[in-house]
């Protein structure tokens, strides 16, 4: 696959680490009420679509960018490639 | 009499003459002839043994898709077995062997099994070696081993080196036939870039088989002017010998390059075969159409082989597969094989069609609704015996027969990511559907069967690829030729008869076995071929499936399109393992990393450990030192006891600077980490999310926003890459920024009591190291050895009073010699990873049998180091129920009740009285000593409610070599627990 990194280009997959679902950026406030529940769910707990996929990929053989790629995972087609960073601020994570 | 079958013309090279034995026997050929083609000009025509019923067997066709002509060429560690002599380049020397018979290929032993086909129907393995179920293992299948698998390997290290390459392009164009030389044309005179790949060493594909005008000349001369234009075009790269095996995501293409194979060895400095990884825009398939034959009775003697591989070898090769031939079709294509051979003055006994209306062809009988229903001939057709339209049978006397089913489409790569392909009724054949994307189809890959279409669609394929990518070419001229509509009746099998007629020959499966399998409840296409085999191995089916499948639709009643294809998958013809490990062989696939220390460690004789990909010394043995124990208690004792000296470079350091930096570090350990005072270390513990331990280390604190984070040698990649993950995806507006400076510094331990008056000794003067200037976990950025800036972090993993000293890597040498040099006073001794470890263990610090991943800070001991008033990774999931029981596993030490007995790490912790099973497991020995401070060995180890069981004796039980050893619960430091040495 060719990932389109949003600061160097197109670069093959094999540059990148997998991590996996990207609601892994949001990770649950530890003081909330249901704290326990929501990290568990957090942690454990993924949805398995048939399509449409955001994931987590990290350029380990390159600039060390967290990216979000939104890719079709029964066809392998990548829609988007964002900065994890961006996508962590636009949830409202900051510090 | 050299070569009795070959005739005149033909693209070989007569001028040479290459000598080259089959099984044993010399022969001659040509450069251009491969093995079959060299052999059957030699009057060869049998070359192999069926798998199952060990039948005599020849070439079926003269391509990559052949199912029968698989032989071993070369010897030792060069052997390779089951290549198609079909594609194999012939060379001066060759040395090729048949397979799969004994003692010899005229006279194979194990041939009875044709006696005994009925044993080896369909699912014969499934069915026949069931009972007794006990013989299995014995007796059924060492025997079944033994008597599957045709070639053989030598079990000798493949001595040439293989590679990999990537190629990035605009337009790949696959296969050079006519339609992929018209594209490439088209193309390169465009200026796009191109790569225009084939499998087979000349390009040209069947241009170079037909005969056929060709504008005014002959579709080879065209060819070779093509290849000319293209040779000089700088955009254009001509690769032959080169299979496109594989469409993958995104534009991205495999090709295995065989650069060398034919040639004896390959060129100095050259691999033998490249894998490239092809990026390009755009793709156009040309990869022609594979012609399938037709079942009959005993169809597969040596001497029946498909009508266009037969012309091939006749026209390409001037090789005469036999002196009167015979021709068996259900398309006009197959009429050229007969009117080629007539105008070589080749003797066609017949022309049997199972069409009423053929037309005649002079020279030839021609039989029109006849069918050939058996043949005859021992190691080779004799003849055949053809029903005729009236339904009487003749006889005709032939050495080679040409049989043609139709072409079909080869739209292997099309369907590479899960596209099926479509029913073209007028062919009856499978034509290109959905398409990989940026691929598309033309010429007889796409049902355009007629060389003009091909040409046509081959030019227009290009343009069209290269308009989608903004790149305007126009159509080339093309010559005028052979522009015949496809005529075909359908037609995949001979009804008449009991025998077996053959579809799969490479895996030996009858039209009588996928009757069988639809008998037994076999429907689908994909379970059709793993119950009867048909289709697999290292043709996958290329000219058997389509009969399979035909058949298997007429005995379901449904259309062939309804019963559809298996999946094709790459690669499209076998690649060698060695193609896809490149240069990833040996150290290639897994460096060495060498630490500062090592050329001065090699020149003291150490032993070495691959730690990783590190290597670091294990001990150091000295001159008497015939154990390592010897050398290791030496090395512990002299430590302790004045100083000693360790490479620790291996370890992860990670440079963590930034307003947020001790924030950030607070966040990822589990201790707190914000009041961290400059120049001072902390030992942190890190979780994972789970709560469970990820790694540890000491992380020094050498400015307000400067830190430096060590992490365990094993987990500093994974460590590094979860802390970008939390500073990116987390956190991403903390002021942090990260890097991993593992390799940048050499970094030394320097441990025991008079380890500070050894450093005085290396340390600046104006650097004040005393221990009330430099206490236990102070750290500072210093100078040694007259202004070399190092860093220095007074730290202790043995327990003694310590240090770690840090200089840049390439002084890591320099600094080694300056400090054995310095410690010559105190009899300073320089000690491996096995002294590193017992220290350790005599002092009770958790390394990386403990750190396993299954162990919590509370298994550890250091359940109270986990911050609950601080939010950081795995804080709030390690407060799991489960995860703190009252019983749960704790991190002890163990010592044998008697001194003499000893453990071994992974013993399983037994109560005193209780029956050593699992039900009664205690937990678990973790790592293992023997301490020379203490003159016996030395354990730590997970013991379920272990801190509350201290002086209890319980049993360390070894069940794989039966060992049980009474042991004694104590604490896990051994050496020191106060922990004054440190502090010293």
């Known amino acids: 696959m060719i990932i389109n990194h949003p600061l160097l280009g197109p670069r093959d997959s094999q540059e990148f680490t997998y991590l996996g679902d990207a609601g892994l950026i949001e990770r649950p406030d530890w003081q909330a009420e249901d704290a326990a529940d929501a990290f568990y769910e957090y942690l454990y707990l993924r949805d398995n679509p048939a399509g449409l996929h955001k994931e987590l990929w990290y350029h380990e053989q390159g600039d060390r960018s967290w990216l979000v790629v939104t890719r079709n995972i029964s066809s392998h087609e990548i829609i988007s490639v964002e900065l994890a960073r961006d996508v962590a601020r636009q949830k409202g994570r900051s510090k | ?984």
Request: aromatic share 8%.
């Open chain 2, 1 to 984: 009499m050299s070569q009795i079958n070959r005739i005149g013309g033909g693209r070989i090279d007569r001028s040479q003459v290459l000598n080259f034995s089959f099984d044993g026997k010399s022969y001659q050929g040509h450069p251009g002839d491969t093995l079959a083609s060299a052999l059957l000009a030699n009057g060869v025509r049998l070359m192999g043994r069926g798998f199952k019923y060990h039948r005599p067997r020849g070439p079926l066709t003269a391509g990559s898709e052949e199912p029968n002509a698989l032989v071993e060429l070369r010897t030792g560690a060069r052997q390779e077995p089951n290549t198609r002599a079909t594609t194999a380049e012939l060379f001066e020397g060759l040395q090729a062997r048949s397979q799969n018979r004994w003692p010899s290929l005229a006279f194979d032993a194990m041939a009875v099994n044709d006696r005994l086909s009925r044993f080896f129907a369909a699912g014969f393995y499934y069915k026949t070696f069931m009972w007794p179920k006990a013989f299995w293992e014995k007796l059924y299948e060492p025997i079944i081993r033994r008597a599957a698998g045709l070639g053989s390997l030598t079990a000798q290290a493949d001595p040439d080196e293989y590679d990999k390459g990537f190629l990035h392009t605009d337009l790949l164009v696959i296969g050079a036939g006519p339609s992929g030389l018209a594209a490439a044309l088209t193309a390169g005179r465009a200026g796009a870039k191109v790569i225009l790949a084939d499998e087979d060493f000349v390009a040209g594909g069947r241009l170079n088989s037909e005969t056929y005008a060709f504008g005014d000349g002959s579709g080879t001369d065209w060819a070779a002017l093509a290849v000319a234009e293209l040779a000089q075009m700088p955009n254009v790269r001509l690769m032959t010998r080169t299979t496109v095996i594989g469409a993958f995501d995104h534009g991205i293409y495999s090709a295995l390059e065989r650069v060398s194979d034919h040639l004896a060895l390959p060129l100095p400095g050259k691999p033998r075969q490249i894998l490239w990884r092809i990026y390009t825009k755009r793709s156009l398939l040309c990869a022609g159409a594979l012609e399938r034959p037709i079942a009959f009775e005993n169809n597969d003697r040596p001497g029946i082989m498909l009508a266009g591989s037969l012309r091939s070898y006749v026209n390409r090769w001037a090789a005469l597969p036999g002196k009167t031939v015979a021709v068996f079709t259900n398309n006009d294509n197959g009429l050229r094989t007969a009117t080629d051979l007539i105008s070589k003055g080749v003797n066609v006994a017949a022309v049997i069609d199972c069409r009423a209306d053929t037309p005649d062809i002079s020279g030839t009988e021609t039989l029109r609704g006849a069918q050939v229903i058996d043949t005859s001939g021992r190691l080779g057709l004799a003849s055949v015996t053809v029903q005729l339209a009236d339904g009487n049978k003749r006889t005709i006397a032939c050495d080679a027969l040409g049989v043609s089913g139709g072409w079909n489409p080869n739209v292997h790569l099309t369907c590479h990511q899960r596209g099926r392909p479509r029913w073209d009724e007028t062919l009856s054949a499978f034509v290109p559907d959905t398409c990989p994307p940026g691929m598309t189809v033309a010429g007889a890959a796409n049902g355009q069967l007629s060389t003009a279409a091909a040409l046509a669609a081959g030019t227009s394929g290009a343009v069209a690829a290269l308009a989608d990518i903004g790149v305007k070419a126009a159509p080339v001229d093309l010559p005028r030729t052979e522009d015949a509509a496809a005529s075909v009746k359908a037609f995949w099998y001979v009804q008449h008869g009991k025998g077996r007629a053959w579809l799969d020959q490479q895996n030996d499966v009858t039209v009588k076995d996928v009757k069988l399998a639809h008998l037994e409840g076999y429907r689908s296409v994909e379970h059709l071929k793993r119950y009867t085999t048909l289709g697999m191995a290292t043709d996958q089916g290329k000219t058997a499936n389509m009969g399979g499948l035909a058949i298997m639709a007429e005995l379901t009643g449904k259309s062939i399109p309804e019963t559809g294809t298996t999946i094709y998958r790459p690669p499209y013809t076998p690649v060698p393992i060695a193609a896809f490990a490149g240069r990833s062989t040996g150290k290639g696939f897994r460096p060495t990393r060498l630490t500062p220390s090592h050329k001065w460690a090699t020149e003291q004789g150490a032993v070495f450990v691959e730690v990783g990909m590190w290597l670091r010394a294990q001990w150091f043995p000295k001159p008497g030192e015939t154990h390592w124990r010897q050398s290791v208690d030496r090395e512990v004792l002299a430590t302790r006891k004045s100083v000693g000296i360790c490479d620790v470079t291996t370890l992860g350091k990670i440079d963590v600077q930034g307003t947020d930096a001790a924030e950030f570090l607070n966040r990822i350990y589990a201790n707190p980490f914000g009041k961290l005072a400059v120049g001072k270390v902390r030992y942190g513990l890190m979780l994972r999310e789970d709560g469970m331990v990820m790694d540890d280390g000491t992380t020094a604190r050498l400015a307000e926003d400067h830190f430096i984070t060590t992490t365990t040698t094993a987990n500093a990649v994974g460590v590094f890459r979860h802390m970008e993950f939390c500073r990116q995806c987390l956190w991403p507006d903390l002021d942090v920024q990260i890097i991993s400076t593992t390799e940048a510094w050499a970094q030394f331990s320097v441990a025991g009591p008079n380890a500070r008056k050894l450093l005085e000794k290396i340390v600046d003067k104006d650097h004040d190291i005393s221990n009330e200037a430099f206490p236990y976990m102070g750290c500072g950025e210093i100078t040694v050895c007259g202004g070399l800036r190092a860093r220095l972090f007074r730290i202790s993993f043995s327990g003694e009073l310590a240090y770690e000293i840090a200089v840049p890597t390439r002084y890591g040498d320099g600094l080694i010699r300056a400090m054995v040099e310095a410690g010559r006073e105190f009899d300073a001794v320089v000690y491996g990873t096995e002294a590193l470890g017992v220290m350790r263990i005599e002092k009770g610090h958790a390394a990386g049998n403990e750190l396993n991943g299954t162990t919590s800070a509370l298994n550890l001991g250091m359940g109270a180091m986990v911050s609950k008033k601080k939010d950081s990774i795995g804080s709030t999931l390690c407060q799991r129920d489960g995860m703190n029981r009252q019983d749960t596993l704790v991190l002890m030490g163990f010592r044998p009740v008697d001194p003499a007995q000893s453990f071994s790490a992974g013993s399983h912790f037994i109560n005193k009285d209780a029956v050593a099973n699992a039900s009664n497991d205690q937990g678990y020995m973790t790592s293992v000593a023997y301490s020379p401070n203490l003159g016996h060995t030395i354990g730590l180890g997970l013991l379920r409610n272990g801190g509350a069981r201290k002086g209890e004796i319980i049993k360390a039980v070894n069940p794989l070599k039966g060992i049980e050893t009474d042991v004694e619960v104590v604490s896990a430091h051994f050496v020191d627990p106060e922990g004054e040495r440190l502090r010293a």
